[in-house]
Every structure is written in structure tokens, then in C-alpha cells.
């Protein structure tokens, strides 16, 4: 296998075994927990003087800090995106300085391309020859653009709800996609999780790249806050505010924060916040009460269109909550409405493209800001996760809402 130095396996986050990597793929074989790629810090053989001298051209120039080398990876230029200075927002915000990550620069137009580089790599090092998901939609159409480059089959079940560039372009790379009915006439991805696990039963050999169902995913998504950091000259920011579904990015930035203060990069952690919509905020509910891991909602309570982050029962969230109490951060939800008006308001304001789902983030920035959450010389950095493009329909549709006067 093309492994690094200093990656030395698997370690699950539930009860703590340690695995090679020959041996386990997916979930802890003990217990199901969630596993956790892991490194020999005193093996990794990086400074910031040597990232500075590399082109900042893929999130693979940090390989020496993940699990497989570069030359390895499936990658389609994936990461290397840039951090936006936003004047307007930050003086509507009445914040020192906003910079906006914009992830919507990715080969497929989402940051689930970090992901899918890292799992997908890690499919073809296990020799598999099938990958499959279910997914909102963003992460099944990035599955299929690197299981065409890897030249592997992808099996990709989104719900109904999906939108339609992701259906799209899933078949458009050739991927074998299934779209759950509406059989209730609120088909969420849930349903779509079903209709994958019976697949799976079918097809032990499939190599599942899913939400923490691989190790991987929030590996390559870790890498966002090493290029933020690095963007920030190791300076770190007041607050990352991160439209959160599933959590892998959040989980994984907080990961990758911890690493690089271990390593006397920076001297503190990334304060992350949690952004979601107030019709689907589970996380936001459960950092509110105090609690440690989430309760799910009923598919039929869920009504947001930000398909992104309309994840009602996101597993990880035990992994969430820590993430954002241990790096003193918070959680905020705001209505679609305001996640809307946010989203028109970044592309007048900057002429910046933010994707339906990832203004959660920019209104929960204004949120926080407005409750004094962040102050007049705070750095504030919000994750643009997705392309405009891939929502123009519920973009444009709010336009007419919005201009009707039209509350909800
Ligand atoms: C998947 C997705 C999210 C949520 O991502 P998680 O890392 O699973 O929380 C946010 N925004 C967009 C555009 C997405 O596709
Ligand atoms: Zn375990």
C-alpha cells in the first residue's frame, strides 16, 4: 500500500483499538465505532517553511499528514482554494475582517471532493473494484467523478429531494444511480440510506465510501484547515462557521486544528461554529440543551431546502459537540428565509456565488454577530462549501419571494 511515514493506522474513537490498515477498512471490527486515521506526529517530516516553497496547487501537497502519498491519489486538483476578503460583509457584520473559503472552486463544485479524493484513494489501495454511497447529493456526484477517474464502478442512491445538477451529473460520469420515490412524498436521505444498505447486502465487496463509514472522508477534509491556516500565515481566526449536515468537515478541521497546535504550528485551536437551518438543526438543538450527542428528527419535521445540511439524524454528532465545546465554539440556526436573504446578499454585496445550503454559514455569522458573539476586530471565516450554481433553481425562486416582501 501507498501509505505515508507517519501514518500508522487506524484508531477507533469509540474504544480506542488500534488497527492496521491492511486489515480494516470501514468501521471499528470490535465495537462499530468510528475510525480514525492516525499518525506518529514525531514522524511527520513538514514545517510551514516547507509547505511555503510547494505550489499551493491540491490538498495533496499536505500528504506528509495524510494517509496516502500523493502519487497515489486519485485527484482531480482538488482543494487549493481560495480565501476571499469580504469588506462588505464585514462592515455589515461590524467584524474586523470576514474571508470566505471558497470551496465551490472544487473539481465537482463542493468541498466533498476532499473527501472523495482521500476514500476513493483508499478504495482502489484496498483493490476494490465498486464503490457506493447514499448522500444528499453533492458527495454522490463527487463519488462518481472519482470512481470514473479510478476507473471504478459507483453505485450512488440520493432521495427524490436531490437536487438536479447532482442526479445529473452522477449518471453524466457514468455512475449507477439510484433516486428513492417519495414513497411518504418526503423522501429524505434516509430513505436513501435503505435503499444503499440493502445494495450492500447484496454486494459485500462494494467499498463503501459514506459518511464515517469510511475513515477517510474527514481525513480529506481536514485539509481545509490547513490551507486556511496556511492562508492566515498560521494566524488563527476568531470563528470558522461551517454549514453542518453529517459534520465530517467540522470533525475533520478540528482534527487537523489539534494536529498543527500539537505540532507548535499555531498555539491554539480553531474556534468552529456549527451553522444549520433552523428546519433541520439537531446539532444546534443538542449544544443548546447541554447534551452530548443528538436526537434525531422524524423525516416528516424536516423542512428546509438547504439539501446539504438536511441531515436529520447525523451519527458523528457526539464527534460535532466535542469538536465545537473543546475549540470554544458555538451553533447557531437560522430560518431558510434568512439563510436565503444571506445567500443574495454575499453575491450582491462581494459578487461571491454561495450554494443555498452553505449560506447557513453567512447567516449564522450575522447571527452571531448581531448577539455579540463576535466583536469589531474579530476574524471571522465562513466555509463556502458549495458552488452557487448547483441551487440556482431555490436561489432564483427566493429572488421573487423576497422581492414580494414575502415573509414566510
Ligand atoms: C455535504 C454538505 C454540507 C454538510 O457537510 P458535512 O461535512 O457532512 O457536515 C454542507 N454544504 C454542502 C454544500 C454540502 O454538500
Ligand atoms: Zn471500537
Not at 431546502?305 to 465554539?329: K, V, W, Y
Request: charged fraction near 25%; proline fraction near 5%.
Amino acid at each position: 500500500m501507498h501509505t505515508t511515514t507517519a501514518f500508522i493506522g487506524l484508531r477507533c474513537v469509540d474504544c480506542g483499538e488500534a488497527f492496521d490498515v491492511e486489515t480494516a477498512t470501514h468501521r471499528c471490527p470490535d465495537c462499530d465505532g468510528i475510525l480514525d486515521p492516525a499518525y506518529d506526529y514525531d514522524a511527520v517530516d513538514l514545517t510551514p517553511d516547507t509547505l511555503a516553497d510547494r505550489p499551493f496547487d491540491s490538498m495533496w501537497r499536505y500528504e506528509e499528514l495524510l494517509p496516502f502519498t500523493r502519487e497515489a491519489a486519485v485527484s482531480l486538483g482538488e482543494g487549493a482554494t481560495p480565501l476571499v476578503e469580504c469588506p462588505a460583509l464585514a462592515e455589515a457584520m461590524g467584524v474586523g475582517r470576514v474571508l470566505l473559503k471558497d470551496e465551490g472552486m472544487n473539481p465537482t463544485g463542493t468541498f466533498k471532493d476532499r473527501g472523495q479524493s482521500a476514500a476513493t484513494t483508499a478504495a482502489v489501495e484496498h483493490g476494490a473494484s465498486d464503490v457506493a454511497l447514499n448522500s444528499a447529493g453533492n458527495a454522490g456526484q463527487a463519488a462518481a467523478a472519482y470512481a470514473a477517474r479510478a476507473d471504478l464502478d459507483a453505485h450512488v442512491y440520493l432521495p427524490a429531494r436531490a437536487g438536479f445538477t447532482q442526479k445529473a451529473m452522477t449518471e453524466v460520469h457514468g455512475a449507477d444511480l439510484t433516486v428513492t420515490d417519495p414513497i411518504d412524498g418526503n423522501s429524505q436521505i434516509g430513505d436513501a440510506g435503505a435503499a444503499y444498505a440493502e445494495a450492500m447486502e447484496e454486494h459485500p465487496d462494494w467499498y463503501s465510501t459514506k459518511t464515517f463509514v469510511t475513515p477517510y472522508r474527514h481525513e480529506g477534509k481536514k485539509t481545509m484547515a490547513l490551507e486556511v491556516l496556511e492562508q492566515l500565515d498560521w494566524e488563527v481566526p476568531d470563528a470558522v462557521v461551517y454549514p453542518t449536515g453529517g459534520g465530517v468537515g467540522l470533525v475533520g478541521m478540528h482534527k487537523a486544528a489539534r494536529e498543527v497546535r500539537d505540532l507548535g504550528w499555531t498555539d491554539e485551536l480553531l474556534p468552529m461554529y456549527a451553522a444549520q437551518a433552523a428546519g433541520c438543526a439537531p446539532i444546534v438543538d443538542a449544544y443548546e440543551a447541554g447534551a452530548d450527542r443528538h436526537e434525531p428528527l422524524a423525516d416528516d419535521e424536516v423542512t428546509t431546502a438547504c439539501n446539504g445540511i438536511a441531515i436529520p439524524d447525523p451519527g458523528a454528532s457526539p464527534l460535532i459537540l466535542e469538536a465545537i465545546r473543546e475549540s470554544d465554539g458555538g451553533a447557531v440556526a437560522n430560518t431558510d428565509h434568512e439563510i436565503l436573504d444571506a445567500a443574495i446578499e454575499v453575491a450582491r454585496a462581494e459578487g461571491l456565488e454561495v450554494g443555498a445550503t452553505c449560506a447557513a454559514a453567512a447567516a449564522g455569522a450575522f447571527t452571531l454577530a448581531a448577539e455579540g458573539e463576535f466583536g469589531p476586530d474579530d476574524t471571522v471565516v465562513l466555509l463556502n462549501t458549495g458552488a452557487g450554481n448547483k441551487d440556482v433553481d431555490t436561489l432564483r425562486a427566493h429572488l421573487g419571494e423576497a422581492e414580494d416582501g414575502g415573509e414566510e
